[in-house]
């Protein structure tokens, strides 16, 4: 293994010396002990420090101290090993490398113990202990006994049915695999609960949700929730579980892949995918187009949405100015008056003024300007060079210039803003749950989220929702699309194969399809990461953040950046004084896919091409996806003696017994 990309050093620099000293003193002591024995002492010595009354002059060094106790349990529970040597503290990252002689199974293996020891945690919290503990007593309901246990299906049936269709011909099997198997797919969104149960759709959702090994995270942004359930067999049991979220915003292998960089429109263009003409003319529009969802009338006078000036850009950079000396005395404020958090309202019942009041806050005041500056550079330069009256001769003299290529990539980036809010969904979760995922499930799973009714579902969930942060960057009422058109995903493990490894379904030899359902394998990518940073964590370095300003400063408010729990991770690192990128970074690459829900939707997301008569193409049915699953990856699989014998031995009592199980094993790791 190649220590020198996953060993790093842990210095809180703004921990007092002897303090430091106290701290590598218990590393070293800790050094030959197990590691769920030091990951106790870790939690214990932090949550003794965090309780500590101290003066004010030594209450944010002892909050320090704690929070540094905190991180360093949290890396041990993960499988990160922590050592000390001259007072230096280092802490190392578990490598998918792998050592000698270990396999990818072995290294599968090791990865996801250090991802569920921070599940088990969350598993041991007594609301999560009486949550499952609720879902799985038996109770009444429309005159039967019922409990989330009779979602789980009963593998010694399914065992014996598909016993009995293994020795059938193809097309016989296939026929009696569609009366077992029926996919139906179901939204899990408010109050609405399961006919067949009783319970909310929502709390089966969470309930499965804990069985997988990473732990549970409520996500910003758009998310959906879905059950894969079994429509063929009593009660519909659940197959899968499916969270939508709103994708990443810098994916560079998923924008390379779309075409949102300036090096594929360049190869576009050499390989004669678009005229030159049509791009120009494209990405003129798409600056032009910008600057209209932008509210500038308080900002420049409307002559400089055609010819911006350099005063209007020192007025711009001034009204920024401005406008972060306003936020920040906002933040040091006792009172949080300041605040305008609109999420809990029904935004369609918002109006325009409204709307416009909002925009003069001081965080939409920045926000416009900051994104209206290099707009209106763009657009200056692409007039220099005769982007309005001859835009394929434009773009070839842009490519070769600096300022040009600017300004495309300006417009690229418009370009995926548009599409990449509104359009792309990133498959946050998705997988079998027992028993379906012995029958490779997963793959079922994934492959019928590409279906006409989950953009179906997507449609109806967000058609008529009104943008909450372009109305407020506007200052009226801004409707955003709703077609889904490709969905990403990245991989848990970045080594060996996985559910969407070679997730091909070709109409060529599966007829009721209308198109190839392919998940694509676009790139290995790194990034940063806080998964690892426990909540307890969390709210110590909020404790941190509010004894040394007086006052929280990261807030929940909508616009404000990344979500606010990364910006605490990272407020709290600096108050230590520790480089928060390399701490966060993730080393290990990670495996990225996508997948088009329609054949040419990459092209329709980039928009160079003219898509007259098949702007609205479908895309295949759940029921055409899961028979071709069926053949692929069903019938050969129901042959296997080894795998009917698991699914056999199967009781839906298993995975109660696992969850509790995983809970116990970390009861005396949780918060008091």
Known sequence: MNNKNYKKSFAPNRLPKKLI???????????????????????????????????????????RLAVCYSMLADFIEQGWSVSAQDNRIYVEQPS??????????????????????????????PTNREFIRRMEIPREFEGKTVSVLDLIDDGAELALTFKQLAAEATENALDGAKAVIHPELVECRGDEKCPYTGYRLQDIWRYFRHTWS??????????????????ARPNRPVIGIVLLASPTANLLSRDK?????????????????????SVGRKLFDAIKSAIKQIRTDDLVPPSALNYPKPEHFFALDQTVHKALRDRARDLEAESTDYLVDIRGL???????????????????????????????????????????????????EALVEKDGRQAIQTALGEIKKVHLASEVADLSVCGAVAPYNMLIGGKLV??????????????????????EISSQIKGQRVLRSSDLKLLTTTALYGVGSNQYSSLVL?????????????????????????????????QMMRALGISEYGRRRINSVFGEGSSPRTRQIREGLNLLGINNSELLEQPNRKKVYGCEMFEGARDQLLGFDSFEGDADRT???????SDGWMRRWLLPRIKDQKVLDQLASFKPVHISDSLKSRSDKFAELRPD
């Open 346 to 396: 029904d935004k369609s019942k918002i109006t325009n003024k409204q709307w416009k009041e909002l925009s003069e806050t001081a965080l939409f005041r920045k926000k416009r300007a900051e994104q209206l500056i290099p707009l209106l550079k763009a657009l200056g330069t692409m007039k220099k060079y005769g982007f309005e009256k001859d835009p394929g001769t434009a773009l070839y």
């Open 257 to 277: 892949w779309i075409g949102w960089t300036l090096e594929k429109v360049v190869s576009g263009l050499l390989e004669g995918r678009w005229s030159a003409d």
């Open 506 to 538: 070709r109409k060529s030899k599966h007829p009721s399809l209308v198109s190839d359902v392919v998940w694509k394998k676009i790139d290995s990518s790194t990034g940063f990461t806080v998964t690892h940073i426990s909540d307890e964590t969390v």
């Open 619 to 625: 895309s295949n049915t759940a029921a055409a996806i």
């Open 214 to 231: 990473l732990e549970y995270k409520l996500l910003p942004g758009r998310t959906m929730r879905l059950l894969v359930r079994n429509a």
């Open 446 to 467: 994934t492959a019928v989220m590409a279906s006409e009714e989950v953009r179906e579902i997507y449609k109806q969930r967000y058609g008529k929702q009104v943008s």
């Open 21 to 63: 000293n106290e701290l590598a003193a218990t590393v070293i002591a800790q050094a030959q002990e197990d590691a769920h024995d030091a990951a106790v002492c870790y939690r214990t010595q932090a949550r003794k420090h965090a309780a500590t009354v101290a003066g004010e002059s030594t209450k944010s060094d002892q909050i």
């Open 96 to 125: 998918i490398e792998g050592t000698k002689g270990e396999t990818e199974a072995q290294i599968k293996k090791r990865i996801r113990k250090g991802f569920e020891a921070v599940s088990n945690r969350q598993l041991a919290d």
